[in-house]
Antibody, heavy 118, light 112 residues
Framework: EVQLVESGGGLVKPGGSLRLSCAAS????????MTWVRQAPGKGLDWVSS????????YYADSVKGRFVISRDNAKNSLYLQMNGLRADDTAVYYC???????????WGQGTPVTVSS | QSALTQPASVSGSPGQAITISCTGT?????????VSWYQQHPGKAPKLMIF???NRPSGVSNRFSGSKSGNTASLTISGLQAEDEADYYC????????????FGGGTKLTVL
């Protein structure tokens, strides 16, 4: 059974940092491209960042470029999102998802909430 | 980056068919067959319903179908059922700058 389990969310003050983790199981993580997608309260889905299987190619949304860093550890079947310089508009549920060959997101975690507030 | 454009809401009666549109540009939907659709019920994670414009993952009902014409993709749900009431999002690959995927703003489907 495919499982993606996010962790690391919580309440942080503006300007602060958080590191999200996503533990993967049930599929070949090493050969899978991975993505972070977020959803602000009452809003739609917002693509954040993607990383290819070998970490050679990395992509960021304009809204997080220069503040967020995506990474992965294939030996640990884990995906990460280091979030720095957090702002109120980064408040959202953050989902990790596997990205398929047609750029679709075929498996999703349950999400971890991040709240940026003083 | 600009999101793909979806209607905010659509509605239909049980048994009817509805179509949700998703409009992009020549640098995403028009140029690539990498359109996907997601269903999201309140408080739940999104679920992949269509990928590669018109392909259904295993386990997704054949009442769901996808298509594309020019820079507009469409999701059609036939034989509407109460459990289809949810938010639906389209997404497309884009090669612009350091981006990878764009989402639509989402469409709330109400089954009357």
């Amino acid at each position: 059974e495919v499982q993606l389990v996010e962790s690391g969310g919580g309440l942080v003050k503006p300007g602060g940092s958080l590191r999200l983790s996503c533990a993967a199981s049930g599929f070949n993580f090493t050969n899978s491209d991975m993505t972070w997608v977020r959803q602000a309260p009452g809003k739609g889905l917002d693509w954040v960042s993607s990383i290819r299987s070998n970490s050679r190619y990395i992509y960021y949304a304009d809204s997080v470029k220069g503040r967020f860093v995506i990474s992965r550890d294939n030996a640990k079947n884990s995906l990460y999102l280091q979030m720095n310089g957090l702002r109120a508009d980064d408040t959202a549920v953050y989902y990790c998802a596997r990205q398929g060959v047609d750029y679709e997101f075929d498996y999703w975690g349950q999400g971890t909430p991040v709240t940026v507030s003083s | 980056q600009s999101a793909l454009t979806q209607p905010a809401s659509v509605s239909g009666s049980p048994g009817q068919a509805i179509t949700i549109s998703c409009t992009g540009t020549t640098t995403d939907i028009n140029d690539f067959n990498y359109v996907s659709w997601y269903q999201q019920h309140p408080g739940k994670a999104p679920k992949l319903m269509i990928f590669g414009v018109g392909n259904r993952p295993s386990g997704v009902s054949n009442r769901f179908s996808g298509s594309k014409s020019g820079n507009t993709a469409s999701l059609t749900i036939s034989g509407l059922q109460a459990e289809d009431e949810a938010d639906y999002y389209c997404a497309s690959y884009t090669p612009i700058r350091t981006l990878d995927v764009l989402f639509g703003g989402g469409t709330k489907l109400t089954v009357l």
